[in-house]
């Protein structure tokens, strides 16, 4: 029997304090000990005493308590690893607090992964995976696949096997390993099954924000959404005799692990900047360089005048076509 379990979860709330966080994540400020450092840019890091839940946020204040002042523009963020997730369902439910996020708006998720387990590997078999991409009897839209493998010095046996189906660094890949190993060699269970087999995609970003989206507007089970993004992303084939490999007949057992589901689309169409977009961009990202320079000058613009007018030679379409619907919402609300 297969099982599939969210298996890593990360996002940002913007504009919000931490009494609002916490009671989504449903978690007490009591119930968490600060770090000795932040972490990815925010100043201060709190780890969860019921295991690996992590906030982070900058605040000024020298003692913090849930009611310090957070910077709201950098947001609080929340990382539940692997382990936390497990830790973290034991008293809550992980979909539940991704429909609760999702109804506040201001949530980008940076991290989501989807793990699928077969216990017994009877159909998703790390072997036979393995066996089918050497031959290369698989396509896909990731350009590319690795593997790593981990032995023993002094019998050689593995403790750990891995692959990774597209760029660990992009937006969404695929990792398949030996979970049995994995768990040999990272604890003390007698319990673990013999051949177990992990297949986990990993989502960041813009993926993980789709992702979300099917979940909750499309009203798709975690078990829909991860076999239709393999469904979209990649396929186990049998060899013919046909050149194209697009021909070839799906693998049975790959056909058995994603019956039922369509391709899942997971991109999102880029919205043309504004100027309202571009405006905010540079007093985030260039303000403060620009103000440097100026008390450097001493207050001397013309070096700041020379870079406007070279720029404004480089102008593309997307530029002109901002610059005119801006003008043309001004002229709008001038003439109403």
Same mark, same amino acid.
């Given at each position: ?167 660990? /660094?992009?937006? @969404?890949?695929?990792?398949?390993? =030996?979970? #049995?190993?994995? %768990? *040999? ?105 620009? /103000?440097?320079? @100026?008390?450097?000058?001493?207050? =001397?613009? #013309?070096?700041? %005048? *020379? ?30």
């Amino acid at each position: 029997m297969l099982s599939v379990i969210i298996d890593w979860l990360e996002f940002t709330v913007l504009d919000a304090q931490l009494p609002l966080v916490l009671d989504t994540i449903g978690l007490d400020w009591d119930d968490f000990k600060a770090l000795n450092k932040g972490r990815f840019g925010y100043h201060n890091q709190y780890k969860w005493s019921g295991g690996n839940v992590f906030i982070m946020f900058t605040t000024n204040s020298d003692d913090i308590d849930i009611d310090s002042k957070i910077n709201e523009r950098s947001g609080v963020h929340v990382m539940i690893t692997g382990q936390g997730c497990r830790q973290y369902a034991a008293k809550h439910d992980l979909t539940k607090l991704i429909q609760r996020l999702y109804i506040l708006k201001r949530v980008n998720f940076s991290r989501i992964d989807l793990a699928i387990d077969d216990h017994e590997s009877k159909i998703i078999n790390y072997d036979r995976i393995h066996d089918a991409a050497v031959a290369g009897h698989f396509t896909s839209r990731w350009s590319k696949w690795d593997e790593v493998n981990s032995r023993q010095t002094s019998s050689g046996e593995f403790i750990g096997r891995t692959m990774y189906f597209g760029s660990q /660094a992009s937006d @969404l890949f695929c990792r398949i390993y =030996d979970k #049995s190993l994995e %768990r *040999k060699a990272n604890s003390d269970e007698k319990d673990v099954p013999k051949h177990w087999t992990r297949l986990e995609l990993v989502y960041r970003k813009d993926r993980a924000k789709k992702l979300v989206n099917h979940m909750i507007d499309g009203q798709k089970s975690l078990g829909y959404v991860l076999r239709g993004t393999l469904r979209q992303y990649l396929r186990f084939i049998l060899p013919s005799t046909y050149q194209n490999k697009s021909r070839w007949p799906t693998a049975e057992w790959w056909n058995e692990l994603l019956e039922n589901v369509e391709k899942l689309q997971l991109t999102i169409k880029k919205e043309a900047k504004t100027i309202e977009d571009m405006t905010s961009w540079l007093d985030k990202q260039i303000a403060p360089t620009i /103000a440097t320079v @100026l008390k450097a000058q001493q207050g =001397d613009m #013309s070096w700041l %005048r *020379k870079i406007i007018l070279k720029g404004s030679t480089r102008l593309t379409q997307k530029h002109k076509d901002a610059i005119y619907q801006y003008i043309s919402k001004m002229e709008e609300g001038i003439a109403a």
